[in-house]
């Protein structure tokens, strides 16, 4: 590990620290997992190798459970899945995924030992487990957990203390790292990253952690000095201060006291009331729309989780012509309105409406986000091709390119995203060109692409038509 370091944090325990000085986009380190789970729901659909997403998967013949993309993924996988193909099968039944997910880490400790190789920075007896730290709900769980550990481990593996399973399920519970499938958007499972738990929180960090071909990868969001320690944002930042210092606690068992939690840096921009001509809406009328505001979002949530998507859009419009009156355009009730209204009117295909409320969502963004920060880059990059499909290709073109800046940083020129987001680019800056030269062309051709039909050749209206034309479109 050439570019970090543990060393002593007072008040933290322990930390990473830079060795050298990098710049934004370096990367500090990649880690592949000490073991890694497929999640219970993802079980049928992405490889249990790979974990890659696939429309058909091979089983495995003896445990019925595991899932491959081909011969080659499942032989890879042979060496780690032996032991739990046996168990799965003996047990009759598979257990949640915590529990498989310890189990293998038990396996490989019993095999490899708690460090397994040169680059490892610490064991996984020395992470802290937060047993002692745990509500009595989640306490009782845990216990649930170590009892069907307990029937589900072989009785000719190794046999381990109740305080060893213990301490593996704690450390999942605080230190697991979601696992993304190839194109890097959804979280199809869990691993366990004994570097990556060394690196402490803070709400505006100075480097992010994306997963890329299988390994985590430690990236620097901006300048980083010799000396300084690493630090990545353990909660989304788009909640106020009080807010990320629940979750924390609630999450992660410590309170945060960073300086934009203990100054209370951007709550007033993330609650703060329209401002018209100088005069601002009143604390009881944006105190009022917030009320209205929770109240509407816990029905979005209904309605979209019962699939009831022309519902989530009808709610949406009610929310915003409120909130528009009232809440500035950074306030976080409203990002969740747009983001949601831009995402599911997107899905059902009304591309201008859903272009409209997504470019609202990024400006709101970019006056809270770091400016390197992968969500915002991500909802810059879902705004930009939303613009692009319905067919304004000069805001797109834009949004895509500020999407590639954030993205180089954050993920890397390799990582599928960037790619698919390069591909993008280039394919914007063509129809650019192309809607410059003649938007009436341009139209046409997008036209006949949309309805799969080879365009038609007809009269050109004359110019002072074609904006009339475009603006009815």
């Known amino acids: 590990m050439e570019n970090v370091e543990v060393f002593d944090v007072p008040g933290k325990g322990r930390g990473l620290r830079a060795t050298k000085e990098v710049w934004a986009g370096d990367v500090l380190f990649a880690e592949p997992s000490f073991a890694a789970v497929v999640f219970d729901s993802m079980a049928e659909q992405v490889c249990h190798n790979c974990f890659r997403r696939q429309p058909k998967l091979h089983r495995c013949g003896q445990c019925k459970f595991a899932q491959y993309c081909n011969r080659t993924c499942q032989r890879a996988a042979w060496e780690e899945h032996k032991l739990e193909c046996a168990a799965v099968k003996a047990f009759g039944k598979v257990p949640n995924e915590n529990i498989r997910l310890a189990a293998r880490i038990l396996w490989r400790l019993d095999k490899e030992g708690g460090v397994v190789s040169d680059t490892q920075l610490t064991s996984l007896d020395d992470l802290e487990n937060h047993v002692s730290d745990m509500t009595e709900e989640d306490l009782k769980d845990l216990k649930i957990d170590i009892h069907n550990f307990l029937d589900y481990w072989p009785h000719n593996s190794r046999q381990h203390k109740v305080e060893e399973i213990s301490h593996i399920l704690g450390v999942i519970n605080c230190n697991g790292f979601s696992m993304s499938d190839q194109r890097g958007l959804n979280a199809v499972g869990v691993g366990l990253f004994p570097n990556l738990c060394l690196v402490n929180h803070d709400c505006w960090p100075n480097c992010t952690?994306?997963?890329?071909?299988?390994?985590?990868?430690?990236?620097?969001?901006?300048?980083?000095?010799?000396?300084?320690?690493?630090?990545?944002?353990?909660?989304?930042?788009?909640?106020?201060?009080?807010?990320?210092?629940?979750?924390?606690?609630?999450?992660?068992?410590?309170?945060?006291?960073?300086?934009?939690?203990?100054?209370?840096?951007?709550?007033?921009?993330?609650?703060?009331?329209?401002?018209?001509?100088?005069?601002?809406?009143?604390?009881?009328?944006?105190?009022?729309?917030?009320?209205?505001?929770?109240?509407?979002?816990?029905?979005?949530?209904?309605?979209?989780?019962?699939?009831?998507?022309?519902?989530?859009?009808?709610?949406?419009?009610?929310?915003?012509?409120?909130?528009?009156?009232?809440?500035?355009?950074?306030?976080?009730?409203?990002?969740?309105?747009?983001?949601?209204?831009?995402?599911?009117?997107?899905?059902?295909?009304?591309?201008?409406?859903?272009?409209?409320?997504?470019?609202?969502?990024?400006?709101?963004?970019?006056?809270?986000?770091?400016?390197?920060?992968?969500?915002?880059?991500?909802?810059?990059?879902?705004?930009?091709?939303?613009?692009?499909?319905?067919?304004?290709?000069?805001?797109?073109?834009?949004?895509?390119?500020?999407?590639?800046?954030?993205?180089?940083?954050?993920?890397?020129?390799?990582?599928?995203?960037?790619?698919?987001?390069?591909?993008?680019?280039?394919?914007?800056?063509?129809?650019?060109?192309?809607?410059?030269?003649?938007?009436?062309?341009?139209?046409?051709?997008?036209?006949?692409?949309?309805?799969?039909?080879?365009?038609?050749?007809?009269?050109?209206p004359v110019v002072e038509g074609i904006k009339n034309l475009f603006r009815r479109k």
């Open 209 to 460: 952690v994306i997963l890329n071909n299988g390994k985590i990868e430690l990236r620097a969001l901006g300048k980083i000095s010799v000396g300084e320690e690493l630090m990545v944002a353990y909660v989304d930042f788009l909640n106020v201060s009080s807010e990320r210092k629940r979750l924390l606690k609630q999450q992660y068992f410590f309170d945060c006291t960073c300086k934009h939690c203990t100054e209370h840096i951007k709550d007033d921009l993330m609650l703060a009331g329209k401002e018209v001509d100088g005069k601002k809406a009143s604390e009881e009328e944006v105190k009022e729309v917030m009320e209205y505001s929770l109240k509407m979002l816990e029905k979005i949530d209904k309605a979209r989780t019962e699939g009831n998507y022309h519902e989530v859009v009808k709610i949406c419009r009610e929310c915003l012509e409120k909130q528009e009156q009232v809440l500035a355009d950074t306030h976080i009730y409203m990002l969740r309105v747009l983001s949601t209204a831009s995402e599911v009117l997107a899905y059902l295909q009304f591309m201008e409406e859903a272009a409209t409320y997504a470019r609202k969502m990024v400006e709101g963004y970019m006056k809270l986000y770091h400016p390197n920060n992968a969500a915002l880059g991500m909802g810059t990059m879902r705004a930009g091709v939303t613009h692009w499909q319905a067919g304004l290709i000069e805001v797109g073109h834009s949004m895509i390119c500020k999407a590639y800046a954030i993205l180089m940083v954050t993920h890397g020129p390799t990582h599928p995203i960037t790619k698919d987001l390069e591909a993008m680019r280039t394919q914007t800056e063509m129809e650019l060109r192309l809607f410059q030269q003649n938007e009436y062309v341009y139209h046409s051709m997008r036209e006949a692409a949309l309805k799969n039909q080879p365009m038609s050749l007809r009269a050109e």
